[in-house]
């Protein structure tokens, strides 16, 4: 069995926006990505919005899933570090006859307050790739979302990581995973890359959610193309959970 990479500290900052840049369209190439249109399904149905709701996409990427979202009815604005990936986005809403608003944007600086229906972070896009400050994503996600509205993310399960990905490093510590790939442009060029993947339990995403005044109401073990309500366990790759953003209590007179 090989040894895992030297373990590097987190950067603190996008990591992932040289690694987009140089993918450009071939990041649509992964496995992971194929599965779009069974996930938009899963999450139209947990979030039951209105034809023309709002809906924000935290680190749209090539904007795969706010495209279909959009095709859906609904309005989307989606953001991303990566102003490749949002290129991409953009032309995919052309393509696809739809309108959504893209605007590139550190998840962590995000200016929406009380502004969508709906809030979601899919695939590792804005939460669950800024190490340490994870959690001020987590809290932008829920400024911008209007009272009663839906927040929605993916996280991959700290379970599945210490059993299962034997040939990257976790810090135990940070609850990161960091690993070394090689990652080839449109045109084939190779390019050697350090990667970043926060993983969580489910009590900590829990926790966390009511930390940034949100309500929990499920978290669910799912699998890219296979999102379904099981219960929370060790054997897939990702969590996904459901929270609410609940009305502003009225203060008695």
């Known amino acids: 069995m090989s040894e895992p990479p030297a373990s590097r500290p987190h950067p603190g900052e996008p990591f992932f ?37 709002r809906l924000l996409d935290v680190g749209c990427g090539p904007g795969r899933h706010a495209v279909a979202f959009a095709q859906a009815g609904l309005a989307v604005t989606g953001v991303d570090v990566s102003s490749r990936f949002l290129e991409i986005a953009a032309q995919s809403a052309r393509e696809a006859g739809v309108k959504a608003s893209f ?54 399960n700290a379970y599945y990581s210490a059993r299962h990905q034997t040939e990257a490093n976790l810090d135990a510590d940070m609850g990161v995973v960091h690993e070394r790939s090689v990652v080839r442009s449109e045109e084939g060029a190779e390019k050697e890359v350090d990667l ?24 669910y073990s799912v699998s890219p193309g296979a999102y379904a309500r099981n219960e929370p366990s060790a054997e897939t790759p990702e969590f996904l959970m459901v929270a609410r953003k609940p009305a502003p209590s009225r203060k008695r007179r």
């Open 17 to 53: 926006e040289p690694v987009a840049e140089h993918l450009g369209e071939a990041y649509l190439r992964y496995d992971f990505t194929k599965g779009t249109r069974q996930e938009v399904r899963f999450l139209l149905d947990e979030m039951r919005l209105k034809r023309g709701a």
């Open 103 to 156: 605007f590139e944007c550190d998840a962590r600086q995000m200016p929406f307050d009380d502004e969508f229906d709906a809030v979601v972070s899919i695939c590792q896009g804005g939460f669950g790739l800024m190490g340490g400050d994870d959690s001020v994503v987590l809290r932008r996600m829920a400024e911008a979302t209007k009272a009663n509205g839906k927040v929605i993310l993916t996280a991959f």
């Open 196 to 219: 970043w993947t926060s993983v969580f339990t489910p009590r900590e995403l829990r926790l966390m959610a009511i930390g940034v005044g949100l309500v929990p109401e499920a978290i």
